[in-house]
């Protein structure tokens, strides 16, 4: 058997690893791997509001099988022969897999804007994202619709404006 000293770090690298594959995107600019390729379109609109709103993490299980495997092999190696070894893994996997859906949670929940959107030609529709960006009402956005639905600074004017497109700097950069 592995001792404690050996088995600990590994067990804390595993869970962290697993971890972090569920934290959410920095920026709205990530994509599937289904989405490189794939065909969307492109409508834009003005947003007429925006409202801050909390993101739940997830609950995948990841996090709960990640803490009950790390849990269950650091609390094996606790106590002397096979008893004592059996219940502190089983101890250990019941308290791994509690933080571990407890991390998940965490580490996937957030900070998001719902934005309302009143299309050009259209009606309003609402998308959720973060803003990175920092957009405001009464701003110009292309809204991209592939494997999800995103927002973007226009790089066209509004319709009858007469400007196609405007120069450079007409649009405020954001970051």
Do not use: H
């Not at 920095?26 to 289904?34: E, I, M």
């Not at 009950?68 to 008893?83: E, H, P």
């Amino acid at each position: 058997m592995m001792p404690l000293s050996r088995l600990l770090p590994l067990s804390v690298l595993l869970l962290a690893g697993s971890l972090a594959a569920c934290a959410p995107a920095a920026q709205n600019s990530t994509v599937s791997a289904y989405a490189v390729g794939a065909q969307g379109y492109v409508t834009y609109g003005t947003i007429v509001g925006m409202r801050p709103v909390q993101v739940t993490g997830t609950r995948s299980g990841l996090g709960v099988g990640a803490g009950a495997i790390a849990g269950g092999l650091v609390g094996s190696t606790v106590g002397r022969g096979w008893r004592a070894n059996t219940v502190g893994g089983v101890a250990g996997a019941l308290i791994g897999g509690l933080a571990g859906a407890a991390i998940e949670e965490g580490v996937t929940s957030g900070q998001a804007v719902e934005f309302t959107i009143q299309e050009d030609g259209g009606q309003p529709i609402a998308v959720v994202q973060t803003n990175e960006l920092a957009f405001q009402v009464g701003e110009r956005v292309a809204i991209s619709r592939t494997d999800r639905v995103r927002l973007s600074r226009a790089a066209v004017p509004p319709p009858g404006s007469g400007g196609y497109p405007p120069g450079p700097g007409a649009y405020p950069s954001g970051k």
